[in-house]
C-alpha cells in the first residue's frame, strides 16, 4: 500500500508543479471534453486541428511582446489569432467556391509556418520548442486562474445554450428553418473551440493542444450513446489521461505533454477493441447476439 501511495500520490504531495500541472488538466479536461464532443457531432474534428495551428501566429506576436514565454500574453495573443482564422475562413467559404474545411487548412498552413517563423527570429529552439509542445510542469498559478476561468466560461456557456447548440450540430438545417439563428451558435461553438485551444496551448503547445479536445470526444461516443452521457465520458477521459500521463512522466522521465495525449491515445485504441460497439464484441458477440 505504501509502495502504490508512493507511485500514485506522493508526486503530487511533495511538488508544487505536480500539483499545478494535475489541477490544469482537470481543469482542460472540464472544458475541453464536453467542447470535443460538439465538434465532432458537428463533423469538425479536423478543423480543431486547423484552429489549434491558427492560435500560432498570435502566441509568437505575445512572445516577441512580452520578451519571453509569458503564458498570459502569449495566451491573449493565441485567442485573437485563432478567432481571426476561424472568422476569416467562415467568410471565404460563404464568398467563395471553397468548402470551410478546405479555407481552415489554408489558412492553418499559412498560420503555422508564419508562427515557427516569428518565434525563430527573436527565440532560441528551446523557446520554439516550448511553444509547439506546451511547458505543462511549468504553469503557475496566473496561467492556472488563466486555465480554471476558461473552463468555467465554458461551462457556463454550454449551460446557457446547451439546447440550441445540441440542435446545430445534429439538425442544422432544422435551426435554421425555425428561426434558431444558427449561424450565431456556429461562431459560438467556435468561440469556445478557440478558448479552449488557448487553455490547452498554456499546457500542452500548439501541436497537440486539441489532443485533450478530440482523443476524449472519440473515447465518450464509443462508450455513450446521450449528449450528457458523451460529455460526461469525455471530460472523465481527459482528467483521467492527464493523471495518467503525469505520473508516467514523472516515473520515467517522459516528457509530460506527449505522454498525456500518449495516454488519451491509449484510453482510444482500448475503446475500440473493448466497447460496447468495438473489435471483441464484433468478433466474439455474446451467445444471445450470435447466430
Not at 471534453?33 to 465538434?39: A, D, I, S, T
Not at 489569432?81 to 492553418?108: C, I, N, P
Not at 486562474?145 to 454550454?158: E, N, Q
Request: glycine share 12%.
Amino acid at each position: 500500500m505504501t509502495t502504490l501511495s508512493a507511485l500514485l500520490v506522493e508526486p503530487f504531495v511533495d511538488y508544487g508543479f505536480m500539483r499545478r500541472a494535475l489541477v490544469a488538466c482537470f481543469a482542460l479536461g472540464l472544458g475541453s471534453g464536453p467542447v470535443g464532443v460538439l465538434l465532432m457531432l458537428r463533423r469538425m474534428s479536423l478543423a480543431g486541428d486547423a484552429i489549434s495551428h491558427a492560435v500560432l501566429p498570435g502566441a509568437a506576436v505575445g512572445f516577441l511582446v512580452a520578451g519571453g514565454l509569458s503564458l498570459p500574453a502569449m495566451g491573449l495573443g493565441g485567442l485573437v489569432a485563432g478567432l481571426a482564422v476561424a472568422l476569416l475562413s467562415g467568410v471565404v467559404s460563404r464568398t467563395t467556391a471553397l468548402k470551410e474545411d478546405a479555407s481552415l487548412a489554408s489558412f492553418y498552413l499559412a498560420s503555422l509556418a508564419l508562427g515557427v517563423l516569428i518565434v525563430s527570429l527573436r527565440g532560441s529552439n528551446v523557446d520554439l520548442l516550448h511553444v509547439l509542445f506546451g511547458t505543462i510542469l511549468a504553469i503557475d498559478g496566473e496561467a492556472l486562474v488563466m486555465i480554471g476561468a476558461i473552463a468555467s466560461l465554458t461551462l457556463l456557456a454550454l449551460a446557457l445554450v446547451y439546447r440550441p447548440l445540441a440542435l446545430e450540430c445534429f439538425d442544422p438545417g432544422f435551426l435554421r428553418s425555425v428561426g434558431g439563428h444558427g449561424p450565431f451558435y456556429h461562431l459560438l461553438l467556435l468561440f469556445l473551440v478557440v478558448l479552449n485551444l488557448v487553455a490547452g496551448f498554456q499546457a500542452l503547445g500548439t501541436l497537440m493542444a486539441v489532443g485533450l479536445m478530440m482523443l476524449p470526444a472519440s473515447v465518450a461516443a464509443l462508450w455513450a450513446r446521450t449528449l450528457p452521457g458523451m460529455a460526461l465520458v469525455a471530460a472523465a477521459t481527459a482528467a483521467a489521461s492527464g493523471y495518467c500521463g503525469l505520473i508516467v512522466s514523472f516515473h520515467l522521465g517522459l516528457a509530460s505533454g506527449p505522454t498525456i495525449i500518449l495516454s488519451a491515445a491509449l484510453v482510444y485504441a482500448l475503446s475500440l477493441l473493448f466497447s460496447p460497439s468495438g473489435l471483441v464484441r464484433r468478433l466474439f458477440p455474446p451467445p444471445h447476439l450470435a447466430g
